[in-house]
């Protein structure tokens, strides 16, 4: 296998190991709500530091699968997607703060470390977006009208299901919302990403397979 399809690779794997972990965390994180609390409030309380593993390993695997990204000649989406993958490295080094009500009795806090956390994740989710515009900008010049279709989608998808996570949690903070549905909505638009990430390097990888005589 060569190097830029290894590197290829750890975008297919990255995504499902991302997701597949945070969701045993929280069926197994006492007082955690999928439907209510961010993902990243996983980093915090008793065992914080699995998800905090899990942001720094797919952040790593990212960064490494867009390399190989840029190096088969994707230049724009790669640089987009090393970002990216900076961004969750951050948000894994930066915990996010105590908030909706995880940890259980923690207060609401607001510090530095946790405003950079926010930002980082704006950041990910954004340049997820981007990413999957530009990316779609070349399938449809490359006229493979499906992947075109799919990445406009799943760039629309992401911002506006980030947009509805976050006003919704502002509401619950707020108290106008009592157990807004913030972790649902924000889960929907991390598999939306996610998946959309993995899709694109298992295309990117089948590409780049050895021509058999």
């Known amino acids: 296998m060569g190097r830029a399809r290894a590197l ?3 975008g297919v794997v990255g995504p499902p190991l991302f997701i597949a972990t945070f969701l045993v965390e929280e069926a197994t994180r006492p007082g955690h709500s999928w439907w209510r609390n961010f993902v990243s409030s996983l980093a915090t309380g008793e065992g914080g530091w699995v998800q905090i593993a899990n942001f720094l390993v797919w952040g790593t695997l990212a960064v490494a ?9 994707w230049v724009a989406p790669g640089i987009l997607l090393i970002l990216y993958g900076a961004g969750l490295l951050v948000a894994g080094v930066f915990v996010t703060d105590p908030s909706l009500g995880y940890p259980p009795g923690a207060p609401p806090e607001h510090t530095t470390h946790g405003m950079i956390h926010g930002l980082a ?3 990910v989710f954004t340049l997820n977006a981007v990413a999957a515009f530009v990316v779609a900008r070349r399938f449809a010049i490359a006229q493979r009208r499906g992947w075109a279709i799919y990445s406009t989608v799943t760039g629309l998808l992401i911002v506006a299901l980030f947009i509805a996570s976050t006003a ?3 509401q619950d903070e707020l ?8 972790g649902l909505l924000q889960r929907i638009s991390i598999v939306v990403g996610w ?12 590409d780049r397979a050895p021509s058999r005589a």
Not at 65 to 73: K, N, T, Y
Not at 195 to 206: G, V
């Open 65 to 73: 699968f867009a390399i190989g990204v840029v190096r088969i000649g």
């Open 195 to 206: 998946t959309w990430i993995a899709a694109f390097a298992l295309r990117l990888w089948r």
């Open 121 to 123: 994740g704006l950041g």
């Open 168 to 170: 919704v949690s502002v």
């Open 8 to 10: 290829l690779l750890c």
């Open 175 to 182: 108290g106008l919302w009592s157990n807004a549905p913030t």
